[in-house]
Antibody, heavy 122, light 108 residues
Framework: EVQLVESGGGLGQPGRSLRLSCAAS????????MHWVRQAPGKGLEWVSG????????DYADSVKGRFTISRDNAKNSLYLQMNSLRTEDTALYYC???????????????WGQGTLVTVSS | DIQMTQSPSSLSASVGDRVTITCQAS??????LNWYQQKPGKAPKLLIY???NLDTGVPSRFSGSGSGTDFTFTISSLQPEDIATYYC??????????FGQGTKVEIK
């Protein structure tokens, strides 16, 4: 069974940094593209960043470009999101999500974690 | 960036009713359209991919259709466990892969 468990959320001050982690199990992480999707309180879903299975393709939403960095460590079965220069509008529940098809980078989010809450406030 | 417009934003229907949600893309996305269900306090779940294909284990009362810019999601017979917010999402070509604003489905 696929399991994705996010951690690292919490209270961050504007301008400071947080690092999110996603521990993957039940599948071979290195075969799949992975993504971060966020949801502000009471709002809809926003794709934040994605990394292809072999890391040769990395993309970001304009809202986080230049501030967030996605990375993966397949040996540790983990996905990360380094969040720098935090803004109050980054406050959201952050989900990691797995792409549906092996070796593709297609934006089908077929498995999701339960999310980790990031609150940016002074 | 491609914009996705869903309607309605909310609806109320009776158990057994047929429920339809529409999603319009700001440009042609072929059939690169997914539908997700998000129950309160839970993570989203992929229901339909590529406009009309049910993901594994999804009940057959859910269906999707459309191509180009106009898409439809249907629940043929609404059940109490279908109470959720439903989102469309395009995955045309390259990111950003945007979601519709969501449709909240409630029982009348």
């Amino acid at each position: 069974e696929v399991q994705l468990v996010e951690s690292g959320g919490g209270l961050g001050q504007p301008g400071r940094s947080l690092r999110l982690s996603c521990a993957a199990s039940g599948f071979t992480l290195e075969d799949y593209a992975m993504h971060w999707v966020r949801q502000a309180p009471g709002k809809g879903l926003e794709w934040v960043s994605g990394v292809s299975w072999n890391s040769d393709r990395i993309d970001y939403a304009d809202s986080v470009k230049g501030r967030f960095t996605i990375s993966r460590d397949n040996a540790k079965n983990s996905l990360y999101l380094q969040m720098n220069s935090l803004r109050t509008e980054d406050t959201a529940l952050y989900y990691c999500a797995k792409d549906r098809h092996k070796w593709n980078y297609k934006g089908y989010f077929d498995s999701w974690g339960q999310g980790t809450l990031v609150t940016v406030s002074s | 960036d491609i914009q996705m417009t869903q309607s309605p934003s909310s609806l109320s229907a009776s158990v057994g009713d047929r429920v339809t949600i529409t999603c319009q893309a700001s440009q042609d996305i072929s059939n690169y359209l997914n539908w997700y269900q998000q129950k309160p306090g839970k993570a989203p779940k992929l229901l339909i991919y590529d406009a009309s294909n049910l993901d594994t284990g999804v009940p057959s009362r859910f269906s999707g259709s459309g191509s180009g810019t106009d898409f439809t999601f249907t629940i043929s017979s609404l059940q109490p466990e279908d109470i959720a917010t439903y989102y469309c999402q395009h995955h045309n070509n390259l990111p950003p892969w945007t979601f519709g604003q969501g449709t909240k489905v409630e029982i009348k």
